[in-house]
Each structure stands twice: as structure tokens, then as C-alpha cells.
């Protein structure tokens, strides 16, 4: 399989943090739209931005922005098809999703899905970490999946589509639905899929650095 694409997913409404652009705040005098680029840009071969409102707000990022394909935002399903139908137009077979509000996500992450997507007929896998003792009963095999951090094939853009428009939201139904995986990354004394929700998330994250 050809190298596949990128897309980070910024299109939510940050609630939790108030509203505005999780993606544009600064951690570490940089902001984590910045970092997470950096972090995915050597793991694939070109990288969206999927967002919604004013593209403009992002131009400094130089990448290009695309918006939920869908209205009402729906969910980060619609991000992974606004990435899904730029790659196609870009003659990719794949693309990877990761979160904006994610900075220290795997720098192997890219390696690690397609292997684990090796003998699919369509490639398709979510990220994974093994869960707290508390959590395994609500996690398929004690894994604890991050559906905003995976590996999505072009093919099934359309059925996608088709499935957002009848009113699935939940990630992991429709990975189900295709023979979806998982990889289990490591997050023993540190959660490499932490992401920021809140200001004292982002305090955290300070600290992390």
C-alpha cells in the first residue's frame, strides 16, 4: 500500500474548554495544532486540517483546511470522511486520523497501523491502549480504543457517508461493521494518547512537557 495521507481533526466545539479552537492553544509557547503537525508530518505523505467555520483562523498552519462534509457536526466520523474525500482526489488509498488536542501521540503511530492492517482487505484499524482494571468491562479484551486515532481506507468513503447520513455517530460500530482492528500501543506511567479538554488538562500537559 502506498503511503497514506494525514488528517488532523480539529472540527468539535470544545465545550469543556470553553469554546473556540482547542487546535490554536499555546502549550509550551507553541501551539498544539504546531506540535501535533510536527509529530505526524514525518509519518505520512501530505496533511489536512479538518475544521469548521472560517479557514482563514488557520492560515499560518500552511496546510490545507477542509470542513465536516456533513452538517450539525456529527462527530469525528465526519472528519475522517472530509479527510477520505481530499486523499481521493490526491490518488491515496489511505488516510490516518489524529486529534488536535492529542500533542504526544506515538511518532511510530503510522508504522504500527499498517501493520496491524497487513492480510485486510480493506485497511482499517484503531488505536489502542490496554485499560485500568476498572475500565476492562467497558472495553472490547481490556483495550481502551482512541476512534479519533486510526487508519481509514479510501474505499469505504462512500459507505461511510452513507452510514453518517443515517444517523450513525459511534466510531466503533462502524469499524466493527468492516472487520476493524486494534494495535495496542504502550501507556504504562504515561498515556501517549492524553488529550486536552479542559484548562486543567492543558496545565497538565505543561507538566508533561
Known amino acids: 500500500m502506498k503511503q497514506p495521507f494525514g488528517v488532523i481533526l480539529a472540527g468539535g466545539l470544545a465545550t469543556r474548554m470553553g469554546g473556540g479552537d482547542k487546535a490554536l492553544l499555546s ?17 505520512v505523505g501530505a496533511v489536512l486540517l479538518n ?4 479557514a482563514a483562523r488557520f492560515a ?12 450539525d457536526f456529527p462527530g469525528p466520523l465526519a472528519g475522517v470522511l472530509a479527510g477520505l474525500d481530499w486523499a481521493a482526489e490526491q490518488g491515496a488509498e489511505a488516510v ?39 475500565t476492562r468491562s467497558r472495553a472490547r479484551s481490556g483495550l481502551i480504543r482512541h476512534p479519533t486515532f486510526g487508519l481509514w481506507p479510501v474505499a469505504l ?18 469499524t466493527e461493521r468492516h472487520g476493524g482492528r486494534e494495535t495496542v500501543f504502550p501507556a ?22
Open 27 to 43: 502549550l509550551g509557547g507553541r501551539s498544539l495544532l504546531d506540535r501535533v503537525t510536527e509529530r505526524l508530518a514525518p509519518q
Open 51 to 54: 475544521a469548521n467555520g472560517d
Open 60 to 71: 499560518a498552519s500552511g496546510l490545507p483546511v477542509r470542513p465536516d462534509p456533513l452538517p
Open 96 to 134: 490516518v486520523s489524529v486529534a488536535a488536542d492529542t500533542p504526544f501521540f506515538p511518532e511510530d503511530l503510522v508504522p504500527r497501523l499498517l501493520l496491524a492492517a497487513e492480510g485486510q482487505a480493506h485497511p482499517l484499524v484503531l488505536a489502542a491502549t490496554e485499560g485500568e482494571a476498572e
Open 157 to 174: 468513503r462512500d459507505d461511510l457517508r452513507a452510514s453518517l447520513r443515517d444517523g450513525l455517530r459511534k466510531v466503533v460500530l462502524w
Open 188 to 209: 504504562a506511567g504515561f498515556d501517549p494518547f492524553f488529550n486536552i479538554n479542559t484548562p486543567e488538562d492543558l496545565s497538565r500537559a505543561e507538566a508533561m512537557l
